[in-house]
């Protein structure tokens, strides 16, 4: 397969994705990025707690 054969695929393949919206009704984009940044935060505080030698 050559790059370009790859790209051409790839690009089909994401053009049907677009015919469905792609986003679910029951997913709230801020309550999902809410709750990443939650969790994010939450390893950064634990893995600070760990690193006591600094």
Avoid: K, Y
């Avoid at 790059?3 to 309550?31: D, I, M, R």
Wanted: charged residues 15%; negative net charge.
């Amino acid at each position: 397969m050559s790059f370009h054969s790859t790209a051409a695929q790839l690009v089909t393949l994401a053009a049907e994705g677009e015919e469905h919206g792609g986003n679910h009704e029951s997913l709230s984009p801020f309550l999902t990025g809410g709750g990443a940044l939650c969790i994010l935060l939450l390893l950064l505080w634990i893995t600070t707690r760990f690193n006591r030698d600094r």
